[in-house]
């Protein structure tokens, strides 16, 4: 059975040849390469629905030019903006379920291996630079970027995600002297 994930949003027209300023989707690295199949979602119905990758160039941050076998012109291209690049999982890394199961863990307990404690995650934010875990300390928002660096394991049983900050990343001595004195420091 065929299977089909969401990997990159198509953001704006790029010149007039039909290239696109492309940005992954959740938080997921960006995973279009040379040579893939892909199906926009929804449909287009005057214009392609499945076409192959051509080229993949990245552009800064999130912003990833790509082109694409079957789209030759502007015209062609702004009838697409704003679909999602859906690709048959078997093109891709067997690790990149990793990075969508990020956005099913919302209510987990973060705890570091060093500080302990670090709250509840509320959310994952997709950013430009790169996605956050969004952590509910106290009812102060502390935000841990969401990378395979930081982030060590997932349990499913215990609720918890195991992360590595490093130290000076977070101030968390200076949130817990704000909500004891209830000011800024």
Request: proline fraction near 5%; include cysteine.
């Amino acid at each position: 059975m065929q299977t089909w994930a969401n990997v990159a949003v198509l953001a704006s027209v790029q010149g007039l040849k039909g290239r696109f300023v492309a940005h992954p989707a959740h938080g997921l690295p960006f995973l279009l390469e040379p040579g893939m199949r892909v199906s926009f979602v929804p449909p287009n119905l005057d214009g392609p629905r499945h076409v192959k990758v051509r080229d993949v160039q990245h552009i800064s941050g999130d912003d990833w030019l790509v082109s694409f076998k079957g789209v030759k012109d502007r015209t062609q291209a702004e009838a697409l903006v704003g679909k999602f690049c859906l690709v048959d999982t078997d093109e891709l890394p067997e690790d990149y379920e990793d990075a969508l199961y990020i956005d099913d863990v919302a209510g987990y307990a973060v705890v570091d291996e060093n500080l302990g404690s670090i709250g509840t995650l509320t959310e994952v934010l997709d950013m430009p630079g790169q996605s956050l875990l969004s952590v509910d300390r106290d009812g102060r928002e502390v935000l841990i970027p969401a990378v395979d660096e930081f982030i060590l394991d997932i349990d499913d049983e215990a609720e918890t995600i195991l992360v590595s900050i490093p130290s000076g990343l977070l101030n968390l001595d200076s949130l817990e002297a704000v909500d004891e004195q209830g000011e800024d420091n």
